[in-house]
């Protein structure tokens, strides 16, 4: 076997063997983010409910703290839940384990079913162990599925992960979001004050009435009517359903020069 060869250049020709699982899961991490993920494509780890003990997960393509997990595109797995009990609600969790050995470091991956506690009230979440990969973790969970057992049956399978779309989905959501952009400026004309406060509420309220989607708003300031320079710090305040908007111009040192200042509000939506 050749000799391993130690050096910090993933992407290279080194004469030998020299990229590690712990570099492979440090430039995922830095690709595809820090958390578990299922990454686009395929059926992304569908669940099909079999029978009230057995649950079915198609194909996916795990990221789990950057180590990725590939199931191919015709697997499948089976998993069992355990017996209901009459009268008891119970919620259990079904798992991607990750897993590493001590001895021989060697690690795997395996879908495994954390059993909740019956309950005759609400049931409750069994716990799931998080582990951080990077540091050292020989163990860790990635949670797909909250099962809830009612009685002796299955009432839902409720998803818990994320899917992480690929580049060319965002890529054509970008192009379809800026094909559909659309920008219009508002202007009011108020007396000039050391502090400004406009509103520009009803006319961002118009937009949205009329089907748009706030993308983003930009306030600015001119000079005003007596041709002094607006110094004011212009900022916009908003709520975060864009029902009260307004621009504001704090600290405008000509404002004893009178006349008038116009405050502008660049409204971007889809």
């Not at 000799?3 to 992407?11: A, N, Q, R």
């Not at 094909?179 to 007396?191: G, I, L, M, Q």
């Not at 937009?207 to 002094?228: H, M, Q, W």
Request: charged content about 20%; aromatic content about 8%; some cysteine.
């Amino acid at each position: 076997m050749a000799e391993f060869i130690t050096t910090t250049l993933m992407d290279s020709y080194a004469g030998g063997p020299h990229i590690t699982e712990t570099q492979i899961g440090l430039a995922n991490q830095a690709t595809f983010g820090a958390d578990d993920y299922v990454l686009e494509g395929g059926r992304e780890s569908e669940a099909q409910v079999l029978t009230n003990n057995s649950i079915r997960i198609f194909d996916a393509v795990y990221c789990i703290q950057g180590r990725r997990d590939v199931i191919p595109a015709s697997g499948y797995t089976d998993v069992t839940i355990a017996n209901g009990t009459q009268g008891m609600n119970r919620n259990d969790i079904i798992v991607r384990r990750y897993k590493k050995d001590e001895s021989s470091e060697i690690e795997s991956t395996e879908y495994a079913v954390i059993k909740g506690t019956p309950n005759a009230g609400a049931a409750v979440d069994p716990e799931v162990t998080t582990g951080d990969i990077r540091s050292g973790a020989t163990l860790h969970e990635m949670a797909l599925y909250r099962v809830k057992i009612t009685g002796l049956n299955i009432t839902a399978v409720e998803p818990m992960f994320n899917i992480l779309k690929n580049m060319a989905s965002l890529q054509k959501e970008f192009a379809e979001l800026n094909s559909n952009k659309k920008v219009e400026c508002f202007s009011k004309t108020v007396a000039s004050e050391t502090n400004i406060l406009v509103d520009f509420s009803s006319e961002v309220n118009q937009i949205i009435k009329n089907g748009g989607k706030i993308i983003s708003a930009i306030p600015g300031a001119t000079t005003n009517s007596n041709n002094a320079l607006v110094y004011g710090k212009v900022a916009i305040q908003a709520l975060p359903d864009w029902s009260e908007v307004y621009v504001r111009c704090n600290s405008n040192y000509y404002s004893g020069l009178g006349g008038t200042t116009t405050l502008n509000l660049l409204v971007v939506y889809v």
